[in-house]
T-cell receptor
Framework: QEKVQQSPESLIVPEGAMVSLNCSFS?????SIWWYQQHPGKGPKALI?????GNKKEGRLTVYLNRASLHVSLHIKDSQPSDSAVYLC???????????FGKGTQLIIQP | AQTIHQWPVAEIKAVGSPLSLGCTIK??????LYWYWQATGGTLQQLFY??????VESVVQLNLSASRPKDDQFILSTEKLLLSHSGFYLC????????????FGSGTRLLVI
């Protein structure tokens, strides 16, 4: 069964800083890796995904995937107080109809 | 545009009482549907998935059941609630089985006392 580990558990940074979040997964046959944002009491919202080795950029978000090391990272440029939320890493497995989530990183951006 | 609606928003129920939570997806035919559960401070855990009407697969056994009576409706239920059922229940849909994102509803907060 797929296992998803995220680090750090929590992170506090000043507004404008670059944020880096990490995620490792266990199954090399994993398909897409997703990053979700979850605000308190709300459902998660998909931010960005990656399938192939390398990086992908969308706006202030950049994601890096290294399948050999089973590691993916999310980087948020020019962080804003509105970015404060829990960030969840999720991994899909082909044929399993399953999206497995990590426990998340609590991000706080201080004005 | 597709919309996903969950009901009720919140429930306080007694141990041993029955439970029924609902989820409706509008604007998408034959969606893949999912139920997730999140204990307070815990990890999102997939409970069930359904790729077609009348067909539901269980992922984790938590003394809960799910049904898909219509293409756009997904129901989560149990006849007897346990304290351990407390948490946040989320319904989600996706376009295909592997590489599309899951869109989540706003969730139902359940407290069992």
């Amino acid at each position: 069964q797929e296992k998803v580990q995220q680090s750090p558990e929590s992170l506090i940074v000043p507004e404008g800083a670059m944020v880096s979040l990490n995620c490792s997964f266990s199954d090399s046959a994993s398909q897409s890796i997703w990053w979700y944002q979850q605000h308190p009491g709300k459902g998660p919202k998909a931010l960005i995904s990656i399938f192939s080795n390398g990086n992908k950029k969308e706006g202030r978000l950049t994601v890096y995937l290294n399948r050999a090391s089973l590691h993916v990272s999310l980087h948020i440029k020019d962080s804003q107080p509105s970015d404060s939320a829990v960030y969840l890493c999720a991994v899909s497995t082909e044929g399993a109809d399953r999206l497995t989530f990590g426990k998340g990183t609590q991000l706080i951006i201080q004005p | 545009a597709q919309t996903i609606h969950q009901w009720p928003v919140a429930e306080i129920k007694a141990v041993g009482s029955p439970l029924s939570l609902g989820c409706t997806i509008k604007g998408k035919s034959s969606p893949n549907l999912y139920w997730y559960w999140q204990a307070t401070g815990g990890t999102l855990q997939q409970l069930f998935y359904s790729i077609t009407v009348g067909q539901v697969e269980s992922v984790v056994q938590l003394n809960l059941s799910a049904s898909r009576p219509k293409d756009d409706q997904f129901i989560l239920s149990t006849e007897k609630l346990l304290l351990s059922h407390s948490g946040f229940y989320l319904c989600a849909w996706s376009r295909d089985r592997t590489n599309s994102d899951y869109t989540f509803g706003s969730g139902t907060r359940l407290l069992v006392i």
